[in-house]
Nanobody, 117 residues
């Protein structure tokens, strides 16, 4: 069973940084491609950052990221992190960890990120 648990959200001032972490159940990394998505109120869920394959390799980022965010993973700890810098109020959203294969998508419960002064 795939379990994803996000942590690290919170309130941050514009220009600040946050680091989100997703703890995945054992062996998820072996079979699923990992990524982060977000959903702001009244908007569709969108890609923030994701690996392009099960093995550590290339990554994709949403166009709005513009070099501010970095996705990383620790296979030994079964965690996928999202380092977010230069945050703006437009980054306010619930951030979700995602694990997917060709036919299935799994989501964590989400963690709220609020960027406000």
């Amino acid at each position: 069973q795939v379990q994803l648990v996000e942590s690290g959200g919170g309130l941050v001032q514009p220009g600040g940084s946050l680091r989100l972490s997703c703890a995945a159940s054992r062996n998820v990394f072996r079979f699923y491609v990992m990524g982060w998505y977000r959903q702001a109120p009244g908007k569709q869920r969108e890609l923030v950052a994701a690996f392009t394959s099960v093995s550590v390799g290339n990554t994709n980022y949403g166009e709005f990221v513009k070099g501010r965010f970095t996705i990383s993973r620790d296979n030994a700890k079964n965690t996928v992190d999202l380092q977010m810098n230069s945050l703006s109020p437009e980054d306010t959203a619930v951030y979700y960890c995602n694990a997917r294969d060709s036919t299935r998508n799994f989501w964590g419960q989400g963690t709220q990120v609020t960027v406000s002064s």
